[in-house]
């Protein structure tokens, strides 16, 4: 039982919760001790002189002889003057206080303001370990219980929480008449799932197939309509799933519920999920097709969880990919299912697999799975919560449904889910069901799943594949983006991988190879003549491609000639390995560069996007240089056709393009132009927003604001920062507040850029959880990043008491506001930081210190050995 207080205490100014926790448990083995979770809770001392009580149901119980709190490992700890019974039953009696303080973990208050009155809310995120900073409990994974749970709140609120409410009647504690909700018992759950809020919002529902779906949010926002794409999207998608595994919902209930301050995207707590404001609220007037899409696929994401980690849950943290990975590869089935029309189920290449490739080419990567025994703190455990976890997971998944067909990968995952059902498992659970379902279906495979998912599972990192379409040699090695910097550890298997290859030849799809060795000769990959030869065939095998130059110059005249022979995906992809793999000194970096070439033909989104990506480090290498002119010239000649194109398209930017991908590539049409200084593009933003400044009204589309704004306020000064700022305060809907949170970013006036970052320590004008990405944003423009990395380095240790390390935030922080460093000065400078915060550390974000480390030293490197071919090339007559 729960009582949050939404009002501050009189005495002490603090919002506090009290409680009362009984616990049933069933001895397996003789002991003397009971340790169960706490952290950060008071305990009321009681009757026996003790922290807790303890009776049986059966008779007698032992007396407890000591209570304490243990709060280096978070335990409350109670010895006892005999031996609890093996087989006997026992209540473990507890009454606490604790503090619903706004640090955003455990039971805590997050706060807004309805007009001019602030509201409070208290809610939950115990994921990973902070179900003990709410109630005493056995706070592991794989410790499942049943939970009866009940609410104490004021009147005009309402409660909910994981099970449905079975009825609220009105008690007096204390002096003071409040509400009392009880709630249905839980199905058999982990305690990282439990969920508890008290609130005055105001919900809209529907039903599928027997379950209630609401969604619950502030009561404008609902009021305005902002819940009903997620109700009209959550039925289809919680149908797809129970068709996907078989296997019909758990629960007569799924609630939804957007909170002003949370520190992820969302959290699957059973039945009740929790999600960020812009991850959940949707209103046409304000949100882009990009915003839609994040909902539909975040929605997908939380609910895949319903049956794959809450269900079934992993045994422990160290299998922690296996849930997050899974999770992130069906969030496109099940978004493609709620849209069919956007194709969104490719974009896991650009959004998912090109993004970890990026740190899983480090040699501080690490591999997807660790050893339990190496996984024990919860900074550990938080640290887990990584790109590597949930891109890289949901990567080699796809590589897995792909080679033993989505049809068989689903029959495995059936049975799995059926076998384990409210239990918990290990990963090679999974692969025992997938390698019946692959054997029964006679799936062809060189060796068992097993031996071939390890190497992708138990090494870090991937392969480059070469295939010499001379000799038809095809081999692989680790693929390093700095070839020298320390040597990555050892391995079980030596660097090499089992790798599933699909490829065309000409144009012309191949049946798919298997490399299980070091190098291997297939003689079908030899070419003769005009053909040439592709491999990795939609991004669908997590590694890259290397070929012989006669190839390379191949594939670079086709895509000169005839750009639309090569799948789109895979034009995308052409990109993005050229210039890693010039990164990696395998190609010179002037060939990566070629491919750039044909893009004033390329209309479609995602090679668009792969160039931007991988252009964007030449822009943090080189905008600060002499190289940064002719590289403008150069790709404003690239992107000036395509920003004619949507101009024709949109009827002159009238219009908005059929195609949810077109729509992203117009955003990129407009913000390329602008960037590399095309006048009637900055004309054009300029013209958009002074007509918003002049008439108050907004009539720039949602799809092109961030963009729109962003170049706007660097156009701009004082008068469109300040107009910007009001607006972003004024806003009522998150999404039309980050876009110009991002924007305010992007001004080019130093004294702007830094009153900003002092905006990050003050919570009533950036909030907690935006203030970490903010001085990123300030550290994205060429002309704050040395001003937020002095704001981070004069304020370290009030960044990080204040805003706790967050799993998240805190790698960010650090990754973002150092990833231009290419200097030695500025290497020096990070060792200096390191250094000096030694004593104060870096929580989650300690890897990611590291990390920058070796990407400023392989910079350093990049930059001295790329620059005057980089000049050279750009200046050149054939680069036009």
């Not at 207080?5 to 003789?30: A, H, M, N, Q």
């Amino acid at each position: 039982m729960l009582w949050p207080r939404l009002k501050p205490d009189p005495e002490s100014g603090l919002y506090i919760f009290t409680g009362e926790s009984t616990v049933e448990f069933d001895c397996v083995e003789e002991t003397d001790l009971i340790l169960i979770h706490s952290n950060k809770l008071n305990y009321t001392k009681l009757e026996n002189g003790h922290l807790a009580s303890l009776t049986s149901p059966a008779g007698t119980a032992p007396s407890i002889t000591e209570s304490r709190i243990q709060t280096v490992t978070q335990y409350l700890v109670l010895r006892l003057n005999s031996k609890l019974l093996k087989g006997q039953r026992y209540q473990l009696y507890t009454k606490f206080t604790g503090e619903l303080a706004d640090d955003l973990g455990g039971f805590y208050r997050s706060e807004y303001f309805e007009g001019t009155e602030k509201k409070v809310i208290a809610t939950t995120q115990m994921q990973p370990t902070d179900a003990r900073k709410s109630f005493p409990c056995f706070d592991e994974p794989a410790m499942k219980a049943y939970f009866d749970i009940t609410l104490r709140h004021d009147f005009g609120t309402v409660a909910l929480s994981n099970g449905e409410a079975t009825g609220t009647t009105n008690v007096t504690s204390d002096g003071v008449t409040v509400q009392q909700t009880v709630f249905a018992r839980t199905e058999k759950m982990s305690t990282y799932l439990l969920a508890f809020i008290v609130c005055d919002y105001d919900f809209i529902h529907s039903n599928a197939n027997g379950v209630l779906i609401r969604i619950f949010a502030r009561k404008p926002a609902i009021a305005a309509g902002q819940g009903d794409y997620a109700l009209n999207i959550t039925g289809p998608i919680l149908t797809f799933f129970e068709g996907y595994y078989n296997s019909s919902y758990p629960l007569p209930k799924s609630d939804q519920i957007a909170i002003p301050d949370f520190n992820a995207g969302a959290m699957e707590n059973w039945g009740l999920i929790t999600y960020r404001e812009t991850a959940l609220l949707y209103d046409e007037a304000f949100s882009s097709n990009s915003n839609k899409e994040r909902i539909a696929t975040i929605i997908a994401h939380e609910l895949a969880h319903m049956w794959f980690g809450n269900l079934v849950t992993l045994r422990w943290w160290n299998d922690l990919w296996l849930n997050e990975g899974f999770a992130s590869y069906v969030e496109y089935l099940g978004a493609n299912r709620a849209e069919p029309g956007w194709n969104v189920a490719d974009l896991i290449v650009l959004n998912d697999v090109h993004r970890v490739f990026a740190v899983d080419a480090l040699a501080s990567s690490h591999p997807l799975s660790s050893k339990e025994e190496d996984i024990q703190k919860p900074e550990q455990i938080s640290e887990l919560f990584d790109s590597i976890t949930y891109s890289k997971g949901a990567s080699v998944l796809r590589m897995l449904s792909d080679f033993l067909t989505e049809d068989v990968f689903t029959k495995g995952l059936q049975t799995y889910l059926k076998e384990f059902a409210f239990g918990s498992t290990v990963y090679t659970d999974l692969w025992k069901h997938l390698q019946t379902a692959a054997e029964d279906n006679k799936v062809d495979l060189p060796t068992n799943i097993d031996t071939i998912m390890n190497t992708w599972v138990l090494q870090m990192g991937f392969p480059v594949v070469t295939i010499d379409t001379t000799t038809g040699t095809i081999s692989q090695q680790h693929f390093l983006l700095d070839p020298d910097s320390v040597s990555p550890p050892s391995s079980p298997f030596n660097y090499e991988w089992i790798v599933p290859i699909r490829w065309i030849k000409t144009g012309v799809v191949q049946p798919p190879k298997w490399l299980q060795k070091k190098s291997d000769t297939i003689a079908e990959m030899q070419t003769t003549g005009a053909d040439w030869v592709l491999a990795n065939l939609n991004v669908v095998g997590y590694y890259r491609v290397n070929y012989d130059s006669n190839n390379w110059n191949k594939l670079l005249g086709v895509l000169s000639t005839s750009h639309t022979t090569i799948p789109v995906i895979n034009r995308a992809q052409l990109v993005d390995d050229s210039f890693n793999l010039a990164r990696a000194k395998i190609i010179p970096t002037v060939q990566a560069l070629e491919t750039t070439k044909y893009l004033n033909l390329e209309r479609d989104y995602m090679p668009w996007q792969s160039a931007i990506n991988n252009l964007n480090f030449f822009y943090l290498m080189f905008d600060r240089t002499e190289v940064y002119g002719p590289m403008q010239t150069y790709l404003n000649q690239k992107v000036t056709p395509l920003f004619e194109h949507f101009k024709t398209v949109t009827e002159n930017w009238i219009k908005v393009p059929d195609d949810h991908l077109d729509q992203y590539n117009q955003v990129n049409a407009i913000s390329m132009a602008c960037k590399t200084g095309l006048t009637e593009c900055t004309d054009l933003v300029k013209t958009w927003f002074s007509n918003w400044m002049t008439t108050d009204v907004n009539s720039i589309h949602p799809n092109l604001r961030s963009t729109v704004y962003c170049n706007a306020i660097a156009a701009g000064g004082a008068n469109e920062w300040d107009f910007a700022w009001n607006k972003f305060k004024e806003a009522t809907i998150a999404i039309e507040a980050d876009k110009l949170r991002a924007a305010l970013a992007c001004t080019k006036e130093p004294w702007l850029l830094n009153r900003y970052l002092e905006y990050t320590l003050d919570p009533e004008k950036i909030r907690k959880q935006d203030a970490t990405s903010t001085i990123v944003y300030i550290a994205r423009n060429v002309i704050g990043q040395s001003l937020a990395w002095d704001f981070i380095r004069a304020h370290w240790s009030y960044i990080f008491n204040e805003y706790g390390g967050g799993s998240f935030s805190f790698s960010n922080l650090i990754s973002g506001v150092t990833e231009r460093f290419s200097t030695e000065f500025e290497l020096q400078q990070l060792r200096q930081f390191k250094e000096d915060n030694a004593g104060v550390g870096f929580g989650s974000g300690t890897l990611a210190v590291d990390q920058a480390m070796e990407r400023t030293q392989a910079n350093i490197k990049w930059v001295a050995e790329n620059k005057n071919n980089v000049l050279d090339w750009l200046t050149s007559p054939s680069a036009f």
